[in-house]
């Protein structure tokens, strides 16, 4: 099975503020990586697939990176909608998820 | 609209059998990988099952032989007959477009499984 670790498991930041956020696979995935976006009571919401492509209607200040095992989702300037859970998801052999990184208002 | 409806969801007893039902609206089910994705309580998602466009079936090592994914193309839907539940399928259940080797685009809003006596 591959392992998904997400760094960090909370992220304090101001909205205006950059972030980035931190997947690591146990083994290599290529670009097999997704990002998704989960508000209290709502659906995952895909946000990023294969490493770096937006899904459809994601704004730009969105973006993803890497390959292999070290992966990185960047929010380029927080908006107050943006501050939610976010997990990682490979698909290169099976189907996992990290275990998420929560994005608090400062 | 494009959108995707699950139904089914209740508390049900340890052992006991439920069958979730997903209803998809505005594309068409046999084109695309659909699966089961469920979240615990508190925990990330984990991927359940999926339904391959050409027919085929997988299952996560937790509910195989005791999960069955199906699909009704008539109708559009995707069903999860669940058997011999556990405490630990306690989660809301997602019906989701993708899988495989293909992102998750489109989800439902789920509904809650709770397994308990």
């Given at each position: 099975?591959?392992v998904?670790t997400?760094?960090?498991a909370?992220?304090s930041?101001s909205?205006?503020?950059?972030?980035?956020?931190?997947?690591r696979?146990?083994?290599s995935?290529?670009?097999?990586?997704?990002w998704?976006?989960?508000?209290?009571?709502?659906?995952?919401r895909?946000?990023?697939?294969?490493?770096?492509?937006?899904a459809?209607?994601i704004p730009?200040r969105f973006?993803g990176?890497?390959s292999?095992?070290?992966?990185?989702?960047?929010?380029?300037?927080?908006?107050?909608?943006d501050?939610?859970?976010y997990?990682?998801q490979q698909r290169?052999h099976?189907?996992t998820?990290g275990?998420g990184?929560?994005?608090?208002?400062? | 609209e494009?959108?995707?409806?699950?139904?089914?969801?209740?508390?049900?007893q340890?052992?006991g059998?439920?069958?979730l039902s997903?209803a998809?609206?505005?594309?068409i089910?046999?084109?695309?990988y659909?699966?089961?994705?469920?979240?615990a309580?508190?925990?990330?998602?984990?991927w359940?099952?999926?339904?391959?466009p050409g027919g085929?079936?997988?299952?996560?090592?937790?509910?195989?032989?005791r999960f069955?994914?199906s699909r009704?193309?008539?109708?559009?839907?995707?069903?999860?007959?669940?058997?011999?539940?556990?405490?630990?399928d306690t989660?809301?259940?997602?019906?989701a477009r993708g899988?495989w080797?293909?992102?998750f685009?489109?989800w439902?809003?789920g509904?809650?499984v709770?397994?308990?006596?």
């Open positions: 099975e591959v998904l997400q760094s960090p909370t992220l930041l909205p205006g503020e950059r972030a980035a956020l931190s997947c696979a146990s083994q995935i290529s670009t097999n990586l997704d998704y976006q989960q508000r209290p009571g709502q659906a995952p895909p946000l990023i697939y294969g490493a770096s492509y937006r459809t209607g730009a973006s990176s890497g292999g095992t070290d992966f990185t989702l960047t929010i380029s300037s927080l908006e107050p909608e501050f939610a859970v997990y990682c290169s099976w189907i998820f275990q990184t929560r994005l608090e208002i400062k | 494009v959108q995707l409806v699950e139904s089914g969801g209740g508390l049900i340890p052992g059998s439920l069958r997903c998809a609206s505005g594309f089910v046999t084109s695309n659909m699966s089961w994705v469920r979240q309580p508190g925990k990330e998602p984990e359940v099952s999926v339904f391959f085929g079936t997988n299952y996560a090592d937790s509910v195989k032989g069955t994914i009704d193309i008539s109708k559009s839907m995707l069903y999860l007959q669940m058997n011999s539940l556990r405490d630990d989660a809301v259940y997602y019906c899988g080797s293909t992102y685009d489109l439902g809003r509904t809650l709770t397994v308990s006596s």
